[in-house]
C-alpha cells in the first residue's frame, strides 16, 4: 500500500556523488548520462554505466530515493526512455502526495471515462497496484521486458483520472509547487502525456525506445 507522503523537489547529485558513480562529466553530455541513468534503473548496461556502476547507483536509490537521479530526466524529449521515466515519475509523486485527491478522481473517472478493453482489464482496484509498480520501476527491480506494459498501464490510468475532472478544481495550480510540471497542471496535459507514454510504450515494443 502506498503511503501518503510528501514528496521531494529532486534533487540535484552533487559533484562528488556524480563522480561516485560515474566519474568526472561534462555537462555537454547530460543526454548521455540521462539515458544511461535510465537503462540502469532496467539493470541495463553500457560503456558508461557497467554492472558495478548499475549496482552503486541502486544503493544510492536505496539510501537517497530515485529523486536523486530524476532530475537528469527532465529535459529528455518525450519518446525516449529517460524522457518517459520522467513523466512516469512526477505522475507517481502527484498521486503519492495527494493520494486522496488522485483517488476520488480515479473513482470518478472510472465512472465517466468510456473504457476500452485495456482500460477495462486493469481499472479495477488499480491506483494503487499500479503506483507500487512504479516504485519497483524506479527501485530498479524492473527490466526492460516489463516496460511496455507499465508504460501502457500508467497511460491508461491517467486517462482514466483525466475524465473524472471536476469542477471544484483538485488539479496543481501554483506554478511554484515542486510537481507543478504540464503532467499534473491540468487534465487536458494529463491525456497528452497519456498519449506520449502510449506512443513510448509503442516504441518500447518494438525495441526503438531509446
Known sequence: ?????????????????TESLVGDIDPAQES???????????????????PEVIQRLHEVIATEGVDI????????????LPGALWRSY??????VRDLHVVTRLYELGLQEYDLGEYETRHSAGSLNALLNELEHL?????????LENLLLWT???????????NPEGSWIEDITDPLAYPVTLRSHALVRTAE????SAQEAAHGRLE
Open 138 to 146: 524506479f527501485a530498479g527491480q524492473l527490466t526492460d521486458d516489463d
Open 196 to 199: 506520449e507514454l502510449e506512443r
Open 90 to 95: 512526477l505522475f507517481h509523486e502527484w498521486c
Open 155 to 165: 497511460s491508461s490510468v491517467m486517462r482514466i483520472i483525466a475524465a473524472g475532472n
Open 1 to 17: 500500500m502506498v503511503e501518503n507522503r510528501r514528496p521531494r523537489r529532486p534533487a540535484i547529485l552533487t559533484p562528488a556523488q
Open 32 to 50: 548521455a548520462l540521462a539515458h544511461a541513468c535510465a537503462w540502469a534503473i532496467l539493470n541495463v548496461s553500457d560503456s558508461t554505466f557497467g
Open 69 to 80: 537521479i530524476a532530475h537528469i530526466w527532465a529535459r529528455s524529449p518525450e519518446f525516449t
